[in-house]
């Protein structure tokens, strides 16, 4: 059985997981498939496929918006969080001057610190939403 193969037993074994299970993953950085955890060649660069479970990740042109998506999506959860947080505990004497700066450094460093967990988070849930098995690794053949 070639490791294509047994990829591809663990995906369709994935659609019985929890929803929990693959989110944890994601954020964890972690394979979708088998949660392996060495899958990054240096900080935002994922490796061609997981050393683990031979799981595929090069993808399509395009296919990484979604990753960027979450990101965004995140920074600016937590940018509202902790500006009408900040503005409801404070109201009437809100700290411009301290906020605009938490705000700034959220805004710019959160998506930067949140990179890697959004590729992953964004395969996790695509492949719990979409669970069909990736290409084979190039320079091999399903069987
Ligand atoms: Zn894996």
Not at 65 to 93: E, K, R, S, W
Not at 114 to 141: E, I, R, V
Request: with cysteine; net charge positive; glycine share 10%.
């Amino acid at each position: 059985m070639s490791s294509h193969t047994r990829t591809a037993i663990r995906i369709v074994g994935m659609q019985k997981r929890s929803l929990t299970r693959a989110i944890g993953r994601g954020l964890g950085r972690r394979c979708p498939v088998c949660g392996h955890r060495g899958i990054f060649r240096s900080w935002g660069e994922l490796t061609d496929a997981c050393p683990n479970c031979a799981y595929a990740f090069v993808r399509e042109e395009g296919y990484w918006v979604g990753a960027l998506i979450i990101n965004m999506a995140v920074a600016m959860g937590a940018f509202f969080v902790l500006f009408v947080g900040t503005m409801v505990l404070t109201v009437p004497d809100v700290p411009w001057a301290p906020l605009l700066v938490a705000a700034l450094a959220t805004m710019g460093l959160l998506p930067i610190v949140f990179y890697p967990s959004s590729k992953t988070l964004w395969m996790a849930l695509d492949l719990y939403f979409h669970p069909s098995p990736p290409p084979a690794p190039s320079g091999t053949q399903a069987r």
